[in-house]
C-alpha cells in the first residue's frame, strides 16, 4: 500500500527554520520523483521543490531558491524539505507527492499519490 507521510511542521518566528519530512512506504525512492507543494489560505496550490528519481536532481520555485533544500535518504525511504529564513508567506499547509513510476520532476505530470500534509505557520 503507498503511503506518504509529512512531519515537522509547527509555528516558527520569521527567519527561523523548519525540516520537513516526507516518509514513503509501498514503494522505493529510487523509482520515485517526490515533489513538495504548498497551498496557504485563499491560495492555489503551488509546487515548491521536487527531487529526481533516478540522479537526485532538484528543482525549486524561484519564491523559494536559496532558502529551502530539498534531499532525500534512500536508506530510510524519506524525503526532506529543509527550509531556512521562513517568511511569512511560506505559510502553508506542505504536502508531498508522487507522480509515479520513473516519472521525473521535469514534465507537468498529475501526481498519483499524496500526503495529508503538514501546517507551517510563520509569524512575525
Known amino acids: 500500500q503507498v503511503q506518504l507521510v509529512e512531519s515537522g511542521g509547527g509555528l516558527v518566528q520569521s527567519g527561523g527554520s523548519l525540516r520537513l519530512s516526507c516518509a514513503v512506504s509501498g514503494f522505493t525512492l529510487d523509482y520515485y520523483a517526490i515533489k513538495w507543494f504548498r497551498q496557504a489560505p485563499g491560495k492555489e496550490r503551488e509546487g515548491v521543490s521536487c527531487?529526481?528519481?533516478?540522479?537526485?536532481?532538484?528543482l525549486y520555485a524561484d519564491s523559494v531558491k536559496g532558502r529551502f533544500t530539498i534531499s532525500r535518504d534512500n536508506t530510510k525511504n524519506t524525503v526532506y524539505l529543509q527550509m531556512n529564513n521562513l517568511k511569512l508567506e511560506d505559510t502553508a499547509v506542505y504536502y508531498c507527492?508522487?507522480?509515479?513510476?520513473?516519472?521525473?520532476?521535469?514534465?507537468?505530470?498529475?501526481?498519483?499519490?499524496w500526503g495529508k500534509g503538514t501546517l507551517v505557520t510563520v509569524s512575525s
Open positions: 527531487i529526481n528519481n533516478r540522479d537526485g536532481t532538484t
Open positions: 507527492a508522487t507522480p509515479g513510476f520513473l516519472k521525473g520532476c521535469g514534465a507537468n505530470y498529475a501526481m498519483d499519490y
